[in-house]
């Protein structure tokens, strides 16, 4: 299983308990009534996938009832240690040994497949959703061990994953005169660039191809591949990468297309234990959260730090939205966006200062603090240009900012 920012948002924003859910459930609103709509059912769906606090049997699978009766608790990243990414790395690297885990070239997700793709096409020995997850798994090793105090095995990893996707923007995923990015390699070694659902858009994604030419090329190609008729993918858990995908490169009306998507083929009803079909999926509803906080309202927090980030990414169709109950460590925010030129940050509760970088898209030279400009700094957000400014905000503070 790989676990994401979406995840993680999630365990924040959800698990609350049964004393604080009417008053600390996060909620949004907004003149799109379909996407308030499908909002509420996703918080409701993902709560009840989340079973801290229940209790219920062990060893239950599809085919079988679990025995026993327990409590469940939290799980928590504890034992996690640099075996998973060196060891098994090294064992899954036979056939093309360079440093990326393999599959085992059948194509059969139960044997050993390099990729999330389970309609089966081509075998891939390696795969572009594979190294991206890698890149990004390794990353987060870094980042974790940092958080421990233990700086000598962050500047490692840190330096082997900045390695891989250096190796993946120079060799692996490019080739001479072809426009396309590698998707993967079969079994004998030939690279593949044609589309491969999964293994095309995770390269994206997962933010292990650099911003280029190329890419600007091959997020349309993504687009475009994935709303033919031939290339769309028949499962919605594949679909349900496709929002995250387009908002991390800044594609903000094709996120939206693909958030619709989802919600126009899942069946939406509350309350969701009469849910049926493909909503019933757990990814589908943690997906949707994230794709309204992470996605729309383009929320980085870092709880650790007391920090957070945001940027709208409203489509025409969302000409506002505000979610209230944003959840960072033990601070609660209420975030607005009003186009793509104003934003409201409410510091609901907490106990210490935060920092919050606003950000939009654009090269602005000044941004208005409650009505008064300041000079904006700019820089680079996955090679699109944008300004921002950085506010200390108090318990109890409202901040409104806007451009020009």
Known sequence: MFITSVLALLLINLNVYANDIDTLRIRINTSNKKLEQAFNWAVDMALSHVQTGKSGVIDSWEKGEGSGNVAYIPCYWGGYNSRIVDEFITLHDTRIPNGVAEGD??????????????????????????????????????????????????????????????????????????????????????????????????????????????????????????????????????????????????????????????????????????????????????????????????????????????????????????????????AFFTLSHSGSKKSVLNYQSGEINFTWEVRFYGEYPVIRVNGKAKQAQHKEQNGVKISYITEEIKVGETIETTID
């Not at 993946?168 to 004998?188: A, D, I, P, S």
């Open 105 to 330: 070239g059948s194509g059969d997700i139960f044997k050993g497949s390099a990729t999330f793709n389970e309609e089966r096409d081509i075998p891939l020995v390696e795969a572009g959703d594979k190294i991206a997850c890698q890149y990004r798994a390794i990353d987060a090793f870094a980042m974790m061990v940092k958080a421990r105090g233990n700086e000598k095995l962050y500047t490692e990893y840190k330096l082997k994953a900045e390695n891989l996707k250096n190796y993946f923007n120079t060799e692996w995923g490019v080739k001479q005169g072809v426009k396309n990015l590698v998707r993967g390699y079969n079994l004998k070694g030939e690279a593949l660039t044609n589309w491969g659902k999964e293994n095309s858009w995770f390269m994206l994604m997962k933010g292990i191809a650099e911003p280029s030419g190329r890419t600007e090329h091959y997020i349309d190609f993504i687009d475009k591949s994935a709303s033919s008729k031939k290339g769309k993918p028949s499962n919605i858990e594949a679909r349900s990468y496709l929002p995250e995908t387009f908002f991390n490169n800044n594609q903000i009306e094709q996120g939206w297309k693909w958030m619709e998507d989802i919600i126009n083929n899942i069946d939406i009803q509350f309350p969701v234990s009469k849910t049926t079909g493909e909503g019933n999926y757990p990814e589908i509803s943690f997906v949707l959260v994230s794709n309204i906080v992470e996605g729309l309202m383009g929320v980085e927090p870092d709880a650790p730090e007391q920090k957070l980030a945001s940027i709208p990414r409203l489509p025409a169709a969302i000409p506002d939205l505000t979610v209230k109950n944003i959840r960072i460590g033990y």
